[in-house]
């Protein structure tokens, strides 16, 4: 079976614009979620998609959204980024979102660079 | 809010030694998974434990989770270069805000 798949692995973007990552979980698994990995501030919680819908969301300025599509992969958008965006992304999914007992099938993660 | 605190957040290990990281919950906690992240990598989920007290193990890593569930360990012996990397420990939210709590991680760094 095959992993939790993102693209791109790399990005470098300039303060101001704008990005959209990607993120295709492993066949059958209807949740996915979405990290911010930094040095300093760890693995933070960005928000969830289980069946399109957003069920949580972390605490993110409005500038960071989502969306899930009817096969369950997801993508994220980043707008008007900031120097303090660079990080790793990091994309999840686990089987049932709703089954706190699933672990995450984390993805290789896309390193963002905002210069 | 909830917190998930582990430390140390550094250790450094001759190869062969055993050592031991900690995980503390503020809250009680209904399960407690475990990941390891190699450098360059991603996390990769090791193992979780649910019952109180349960006590768990993979090859030389042993996983116990406290009788409270607030608090766990991760014990490695004869360490081998090859356990080089980031522990996280992570517990599952109360609030609303997402699935899992990680903890802040444990860097652990062998020396041959």
């Known amino acids: 079976k095959a992993g939790v798949t993102q693209t791109p692995r790399y990005l470098i973007k300039t303060r101001g614009q704008q990005v959209t990552l990607s993120c295709s979980p492993i066949s059958g698994h209807r949740s996915v979620s979405w990290y911010q990995q930094t040095p300093g501030q760890g693995l933070q919680f960005l928000f969830e998609?289980?069946?399109?819908?957003?069920?949580n969301k972390g605490n993110f300025p409005g500038r960071f959204s989502g969306r899930q599509f009817s096969n369950s992969r997801s993508e994220m958008n980043v707008s008007t980024l900031e120097l303090g965006d660079s990080a790793l992304y990091l994309c999840a999914s686990s089987p049932q979102g709703t089954d706190y007992n699933s672990p995450l099938h984390f993805g290789n993660g896309t390193r963002l660079t905002v210069t | 809010g909830q917190q998930v605190m582990q430390i140390p957040q550094y250790q450094h290990v001759q190869e062969g030694e055993d050592f031991t990281t900690y995980c503390n919950s503020s809250?009680?906690?209904?399960?407690i998974q475990w990941y390891k992240q190699r450098p360059g990598g991603h996390p990769v989920f090791l193992i979780q434990?649910?019952?109180?007290?349960e006590v768990k193990k993979q090859k030389r890593l042993t996983f116990q989770f406290g009788e409270a569930k607030k608090n766990s360990s991760l014990h490695i012996t004869a360490t081998q270069t090859t356990d080089v990397g980031t522990y996280f420990c992570a517990g599952p939210r109360t609030d609303s805000w997402g699935k899992l709590q990680f903890g802040a991680g444990t860097q652990v760094v062998v020396t041959p």
């Open positions: 434990l649910v019952k109180s007290g």
């Open positions: 998609y289980f069946s399109e819908t957003q069920r």
């Open positions: 809250t009680t906690l209904s399960n």
